[in-house]
């Protein structure tokens, strides 16, 4: 079954239209069986790679999918991206570099995914990074110098899953 982590594209898409536009070639980092791809394929969005380090969840993302030109589905490892230099004009993370950051070898890993987006994004492109860290940690990470990126940090509200009644002030 499809499965988000953290939002879905109805909740990012005020917040990353300004950056990323339907003719854009995407890298979606890390994508795993996330709608995320498919509802912005819905909306225009008809250059989509997405990639996934786990050979089942992208062979049964590429059969569901198949049917989407322009919207393809590769198994690689983030830390290794096998594609030129200067390849895309954004690259969306959401949750990618969270789950490296828990991992082992975390900042190791970190770094070389990190610089791999750096690679494969073109001049001014831009990486979107969807994290529940703490803005000052992810900054350790991004602002680096040898990126050179300009970096922003906006807030998304979280997504309220099945939540209609409101809640008591003991629940929030």
Same mark, same amino acid.
């Given at each position: 079954?499809?499965?988000?982590?953290?939002?879905?594209?109805?909740?990012?898409?005020?917040?990353? $239209?300004?950056?990323?536009?339907?003719?854009?070639?995407?890298?979606?980092?890390?994508?795993?069986?996330?709608?995320?791809?498919?509802?912005?394929?819905?909306?225009?969005?008809?250059?989509?790679?997405?990639?996934?380090?786990?050979?089942?969840?992208?062979?049964?993302?590429?059969?569901?999918?198949?049917?989407?030109?322009?919207?393809?589905?590769?198994?690689?490892?983030?830390?290794?991206?096998? $594609?030129?230099?200067?390849?895309?004009? $954004?690259?969306?993370?959401?949750?990618?570099?969270?789950?490296?950051?828990?991992?082992?070898?975390?900042?190791?890993?970190?770094?070389?995914?990190?610089?791999?987006?750096?690679?494969?994004?073109?001049?001014?492109?831009?990486?979107?990074?969807?994290?529940?860290?703490?803005?000052?940690?992810?900054?350790?990470?991004?602002?680096?110098?040898?990126?050179?990126?300009?970096?922003?940090?906006?807030?998304?509200?979280?997504?309220?899953?099945?939540?209609?009644?409101?809640?008591?002030?003991?629940?929030?």
């Amino acid at each position: 079954e499809p499965f988000d982590w953290y939002q879905r594209w109805a909740g990012l898409k005020d917040t990353v $239209v300004g950056y990323v536009q339907p003719t854009h070639c995407v890298l979606m980092l890390g994508s795993g069986n996330s709608r995320l791809s498919e509802e912005m394929y819905e909306e225009g969005y008809h250059n989509i790679t997405n990639i996934d380090i786990s050979q089942v969840v992208t062979k049964a993302m590429q059969e569901k999918y198949r049917d989407k030109p322009g919207m393809t589905y590769v198994q690689m490892d983030a830390r290794s991206i096998e $594609v030129p230099d200067q390849n895309f004009n $954004v690259v969306l993370d959401k949750a990618t570099i969270d789950s490296i950051l828990c991992g082992e070898g975390s900042t190791h890993n970190a770094q070389k995914v990190l610089s791999e987006v750096s690679r494969v994004l073109v001049p001014n492109g831009v990486y979107i990074a969807i994290s529940h860290g703490q803005p000052s940690y992810r900054l350790t990470y991004l602002q680096r110098p040898e990126f050179g990126w300009n970096v922003q940090v906006k807030t998304v509200q979280k997504p309220m899953m099945g939540m209609t009644a409101s809640l008591s002030a003991d629940d929030k």
